[in-house]
């Protein structure tokens, strides 16, 4: 089984600061494609960032898009999500999803979309205002 584990979630202060990290298997391919997930209560999931294995390529979505920062180090197989200047729009629980079995060619997509099909368990992160 093919397991993600998202750890670095906890309450934050709107204006403050906080970095995920998600630790994944190690891929026998050169390219997959390794995404942040949200999922506020109540409401649908939505795409946060996502990027390429061995390769820098990310990509936001609007409301991230010069505060948050997705990272790698491929050496410690794990991707970052740095996260700044925090909005309680952005209280939700925070999952890693990732694409394996080939190489991806293209774009690594957000979500929605069916490419992800490995995730992490979850962490939560609480902003307040």
């Known amino acids: 089984q093919v397991q993600l584990v998202e750890t670095g979630g906890g309450s934050v202060e709107a204006g403050g600061s906080l970095r995920l990290s998600c630790v994944h298997p190690?891929?026998?391919?050169?390219?997959?494609?390794i995404a942040w997930v949200r999922q506020a209560p109540g409401k649908e999931r939505e795409g946060v960032a996502s990027?390429?294995?061995?390769?820098?390529?990310?990509y936001y979505a609007d409301s991230a898009k010069g505060r948050f920062t997705i990272s790698q180090d491929g050496a410690k197989d794990t991707v970052y999500l740095q996260m700044n200047k925090e909005q309680t729009e952005d209280d939700a629980m925070y999952y890693c999803?990732?694409?394996?079995?080939?190489?991806?060619?293209?774009?690594?997509?957000?979500?929605?979309?069916?490419?992800?099909?490995?995730w992490g368990q979850g962490t939560q992160v609480p902003v307040s205002s």
């Open positions: 999803a990732a694409n394996l079995g080939g190489n991806w060619y293209g774009r690594c997509p957000l979500y929605p979309t069916a490419a992800y099909n490995y």
């Open positions: 190690g891929y026998s391919y050169s390219r997959n494609c």
């Open positions: 990027t390429a294995t061995g390769a820098s390529s990310p």
